[in-house]
């Protein structure tokens, strides 16, 4: 590992605080479907603010049932998510069977930040019910 020794000690803190945080929702996740109900958006619930991804759930199976308008009230960046999403775990699957390092490259980090930037200026701009 390369970088001085805060530089590590940052990354450290923060790749602590990122697992943590993913163990937070995969819990949050977990106890909700365990009463088969899906789960509502972890952001909403605890700051009663949307994130970015509230209301994809709801929107693929709009789509699924073939209610466009629906699914696209619900959350009109449901497809470019889901698109990313499958990008990045290709990529990051091509990197590990290749016995590289399982990073995401710059560009779809960029993207990611582009998509979920718009995603949730347009959430904010929504009216709650939409939500």
Do not use: D, H
Request: aromatic share 12%; charged share 10%.
């Amino acid at each position: 590992m390369t970088g001085s020794r805060p530089e590590r000690a940052v990354r450290c803190v923060l790749r602590s605080t990122v697992i943590a945080m993913l163990f937070v929702y995969l819990f949050w996740n977990a106890v909700w479907l365990s009463v088969g109900r899906l789960p509502p958006s972890l952001a909403l619930a605890l700051l009663g603010l949307p994130s970015p991804t509230t209301g994809c759930t709801r929107s693929i199976g709009c789509m699924f049932a073939g209610e466009w308008s629906s699914a696209l009230l619900l959350n009109p960046f449901t497809l470019p998510i889901v698109a990313l999403m499958m990008t990045s775990v290709f990529c990051l699957a091509v990197n590990a069977l290749r016995r590289r390092r399982v990073v995401l490259q710059a560009y779809l980090g960029w993207a990611w930040l582009a998509v979920l930037s718009a995603a949730w200026a347009y959430k904010l701009a929504s009216p709650p019910e939409c939500w």
